[in-house]
Structures are given as structure tokens and as C-alpha cells.
């Protein structure tokens, strides 16, 4: 089965070794992501900036309920449908985003905690692709 | 802003009307306004109307009569009937017309809201990947503030408790049972720490109000509320906000905080001055952090007002009077109204069962929605 991206232009690979795809501004450097072509902070021009695969977790919760699908592509069978983590991570002095966590245990996720980008399956498209999304998962 | 005069308020009551629509109720809560205000519907001069799921509000002119005046449509997601209000009021402010309406009107499907990631400036990705939801942006919120500022989830259960028991004495509220703290902090976790009976739920209802010149409101009415400000304001570049996939740290005011303090500031009135407030209480932690984010305490100051009753109706800070969005859902056109309603009729002394005592002056509402968007209504006799 091949791994195919859900977004092209938001990851490197599909790989082992991802990187997110994020711009930073020519004038104020500003990074944001995923890359847009102008800087919200000052209206500046962008080159696309490779993120730190690894940051620190500001927040999390739970999304303990199937999202309304569409948009949502994973599975929403109530029976099959599988709790996940989203928090958002900070990967540098001024930068955070938003992303799924592979863990959804209360237990197992805190404020601060190291965090690393991995990439996790999501559905398997029309032509019996793979497509997978990106997590970050708990790093030591 | 000293000019404006709120003379009629109107509400449809809020919850599940199967076979009416949402206009119907619109026009219900029009007549209602206008008879409150004793104003007949050709005596409007201008009007406002916020919906979300109606296209054309303005289409309320085939029950109440088609006049020709300027009626706009309006739709600024939670904030819309704040948005409309400030719209109308300005109308009478800038002296362009003597008598204005706003009214919200609104019928949602019984699920969590749902549209398309790309119509918010977010990539198709963040919707398909399970990101587009508004309810997990408050958990994750109410998370961090929790642990920043050492408040237990036990608060958030009073805060469910007190709104439902509000609600309970509304006869206009959707959800009018009880709830005990026990019952709410043992149904499910949707978004962690929030739990099901902690968030509000989208229903349908509609709201209206007649505005009018201060100097004209005598007129009227011999208890006219008067406007004092009314302030929308949208995020800035580092606000931590509903719908997002990145932000820039540190994390700064958002836009609750800056309609606040200018809303505040237009109408020279401190937080200690506010008698009876309306907070947006999507779920049970918006309301604990929208208590300081508006400046009626100290981040970390909740826990304590909270165990000690001082946001319940007879307390000195009582919040949500009527049940708040947790008992009255959240028809997303009418929900601010509905604020501006439950003010105006504590102002007046005529809010029955849960009327606030001591006869109460000053009112405070307070709206907030994706993408990070608030509005602020300030009133007094």
C-alpha cells in the first residue's frame, strides 16, 4: 500500500524522517504554518521554512466523539471510532501550532512535556492509498 | 455613547419548535419588542437583523408588513447580536434615524456546528484531518487555564449547576432541569476536562430590540435602559483563538479582552460599578475565563467567587441570570439579544423568579466565537 500525504506542501516525504512545511517572512521572519505566500505580521513576502520536529506541549484535550464528516475523512463509526489527542506545540520562543497527539490518556499527556513529529494513517483513499496525517507523540 | 436608548425588548423562547420557522419567530419577538416599546412596526425606521441559518432576516417584512426602510442583514458568528445592536445603535447615534430594530432570529440542526474549513481561511486538511471543532479549542483552553491558575474542575460543575438552576426559574430557557455539580462531572468527557452537561447546546429562538434617541425615550417609556457602549473587536496577531494552525507566543489579550476595556472605557463605567452580568458560557470554562478576560476579577480569582456564590443571582457579581447559553442554547442570531433582554428586564426590576436584588443599575454583556471574534453591550438606568 502506498503513503500518500492528506495535503501536499504540508510535510515532508511520507517518510520516517518528516518535517512540517511552514513559511517564514523575508523582512520580519515571522514563521507561520502551513506557508502562505504573504506575512499576516507585516504584509512582507515568505520563503517556506522547515519546523523543528520537536517542541514542548503548551495544551492538550481530548476528542472523545467522531468529528461531523464530512470534512473529517477518519472513521466516525461510533463502535470503530477512536478517541485522539490534539494539544498545540510549541517548537520555538514564538511559534506554536496546532496538531493531532497520538496519545488521548489524560494520565499520559502533561503541560510541558516533550513531544516529537511522527506521521500516523488516517484513511485509505479511493485507489487503496494510505494517506496519512501528522501527530506528535510523546518524546523522552 | 450616552444617545441611545433601548425603549422595547421582545424574546421568542428558546429551545426546539418543530413546524416553525425561524423568520416565524423573528416576527414573534418583533411584535413583542414592539408592543413592549409601544411603537407600531411603520413607526421603525431602520433595522438589523443576525442569523446564521436564515439567509435574508429582512424576509420578517411579509408577516410584519413590507415599509421599504433600509433592513440589513447581519451574520458575525457568535458575536452577531452584539454586531447588530452596535449597528443599530450607531444608526440613532450618528442621528441618522430616531427609532431602530435588531433582531436575531436562528433554527440549527441539533449537532455540532459544521462547514467547510476553507470558508474560515484554513487549509481543507485542518477539517479532514478532525481539527475543525469548536468544542475542542474550549477544552484545550479551559486546560492550560486551569492548571496556570491552580482552578479544580469542581468549578466548573458550579458554574453548570448555577446556570442550569437559573435556567429552572426562565420560563423562556430550553434546558429548565436542574443539574447537581455530581451529575455534571459524571456525564462524559467530550473534550477533557469538559464534559457533556458543561457545554451549551445549538437550538432555536429569536430576540429582538427597539432602540430609540435618549432624548426622545421619555416618549415611550418611563423606565427607558440606556446604551451606554457597544464594542465589537476581532483577534490580534497573537491571540489564542477558536480555529487556528499556528499562533505566535507569547500569547496576548484577545479580542474579549480589548472589547472589554473599550467598551468600558466609551462608557465610563469600572467593572465594580456592574450589577448584573452576561457572559458567553459556551461551555462551563468560558464563562470562568471570560469573568476576568471582561475584568470583573484576577486570573485565579474564580475559584473562590465561585465556591463562595458570588456569581449566583442574589451574590455581588451575579453572571447569567437567565441560564446563560448553557440553559438557553444558542440560537446563534438571537443569543446576544437574549443578553440585552435579560439586562433590560433585571434593569427594570421585572425579571421575576430571578430577579437580582437591590434593584441593579448596571448591566454587562459579553459575546465570544470562532474565528475570535467579541462583542460587549454596557446598559444602565
Given at each position: 500500500m502506498a503513503r500518500v500525504p492528506?495535503?501536499?506542501?504540508?510535510?515532508?516525504?511520507?517518510?520516517?524522517d518528516p518535517r512540517l512545511i511552514g513559511s517564514a517572512c523575508g523582512a520580519c521572519d515571522l514563521v507561520v504554518f502551513?506557508?502562505?505566500?504573504?506575512?499576516?505580521?507585516?504584509?512582507g513576502t515568505t520563503a517556506e521554512r522547515l519546523l523543528e520536529p520537536r517542541g514542548s506541549l503548551y495544551t492538550w484535550t481530548t476528542q472523545s466523539f467522531p468529528p461531523v464528516a464530512?470534512?473529517?475523512?477518519?472513521?466516525?463509526?461510533p463502535a470503530a471510532f477512536e478517541p485522539f489527542g490534539v494539544g498545540w506545540v510549541q517548537l520555538s520562543d514564538t511559534l506554536m501550532i496546532e496538531s493531532r497527539l497520538t496519545v488521548s490518556d489524560p494520565e499520559q499527556l502533561d503541560f510541558g512535556m516533550p513531544v516529537e513529529l511522527v506521521l500516523v494513517p488516517l484513511t485509505v483513499d479511493d485507489d487503496g492509498n494510505e494517506v496519512v496525517s501528522f501527530a506528535f507523540r510523546p518524546a523522552s | 455613547m450616552d444617545d441611545v436608548a433601548i425603549i422595547g425588548v421582545g424574546l421568542h423562547p428558546f429551545g426546539r419548535f418543530p413546524g416553525k420557522s425561524a423568520v416565524e419567530m423573528g416576527a414573534d419577538a418583533i411584535r413583542l419588542a414592539l408592543a413592549d416599546a409601544g411603537v407600531?412596526?411603520?413607526?421603525?425606521q431602520v433595522a438589523f437583523g443576525g442569523s446564521?441559518?436564515?439567509?435574508?432576516?429582512?424576509?420578517?417584512v411579509t408577516y410584519l408588513g413590507p415599509t421599504g426602510i433600509p433592513f440589513t442583514n447581519v451574520y458575525n458568528g457568535c458575536a452577531t447580536g452584539a454586531s447588530s445592536l452596535d449597528m443599530a445603535a450607531k444608526m440613532v447615534s450618528f442621528g441618522a434615524y430616531d427609532l431602530a430594530l435588531a433582531v436575531g432570529m436562528d433554527k440549527h440542526p441539533a449537532r455540532a456546528f459544521s462547514a467547510d474549513s476553507v470558508e474560515y481561511a484554513l487549509p481543507a486538511w485542518y477539517g479532514e484531518t478532525g481539527h475543525f471543532l469548536t468544542t475542542k479549542y474550549f477544552g484545550m483552553k479551559i486546560n492550560r487555564y486551569l492548571h496556570d491558575h491552580d482552578i479544580s474542575q469542581e468549578t466548573l460543575a458550579r458554574v453548570g449547576a448555577k446556570n442550569f438552576r437559573n435556567g429552572s426559574l426562565?420560563?423562556?430557557?430550553?434546558?429548565r432541569q436542574p443539574l447537581t455539580e455530581e451529575q455534571i462531572l459524571e456525564s462524559r468527557v467530550l473534550n477533557y476536562p469538559l464534559r457533556q452537561f458543561m457545554f451549551c447546546a445549538p437550538d432555536e429562538g429569536a430576540a429582538a430590540v427597539v432602540l430609540c434617541r435618549a432624548d426622545q425615550a421619555h416618549r415611550y417609556t418611563s423606565t427607558p435602559v440606556h446604551l451606554r457602549s457597544t464594542v465589537v473587536r476581532t483577534r490580534q496577531l497573537g491571540a489564542f483563538e477558536v480555529h487556528g494552525t499556528w499562533a505566535t507566543l507569547p500569547v496576548v489579550d484577545g479580542p474579549t479582552v480589548q472589547a472589554s476595556r473599550a467598551a468600558f472605557e466609551l462608557a465610563g463605567i469600572?467593572?465594580?460599578?456592574?450589577?448584573v452580568i452576561q457572559l458567553?458560557?459556551?461551555?462551563a470554562g468560558a464563562e470562568v475565563i471570560h469573568m476576568a478576560e471582561t475584568g470583573?476579577?484576577?486570573?485565579?480569582e474564580q475559584e473562590q467567587l465561585v465556591a463562595e456564590g458570588?456569581?449566583?443571582?442574589?451574590?455581588?457579581l451575579p453572571v447569567?441570570?437567565?441560564?446563560g447559553l448553557m440553559a438557553n442554547g444558542e440560537p446563534v442570531g438571537a443569543s446576544g439579544l437574549r443578553q440585552i433582554h435579560e439586562l433590560t428586564q433585571q434593569l427594570r426590576g421585572?425579571?421575576?423568579?430571578?430577579q437580582v436584588p437591590g434593584g441593579p443599575k448596571v448591566g454587562f454583556a459579553q459575546l465570544y466565537g470562532a474565528p475570535g471574534t467579541s462583542g460587549v453591550t454596557i446598559v444602565s438606568l
Open positions: 492528506i495535503a501536499e506542501g504540508l510535510f515532508t516525504g511520507p517518510d520516517d502551513p506557508a502562505q505566500t504573504h506575512c499576516p505580521g507585516c504584509g464530512p470534512p473529517y475523512v477518519g472513521d466516525t463509526d | 407600531e412596526w411603520r413607526d421603525i446564521y441559518e436564515v439567509d435574508n432576516p429582512d424576509s420578517v426562565n420560563p423562556n430557557a430550553f434546558r469600572g467593572p465594580d460599578e456592574v450589577d458567553q458560557d459556551t461551555e470583573f476579577c484576577a486570573h485565579g458570588a456569581t449566583e443571582i442574589g451574590g455581588r447569567n441570570t437567565d441560564g421585572r425579571a421575576g423568579e430571578r
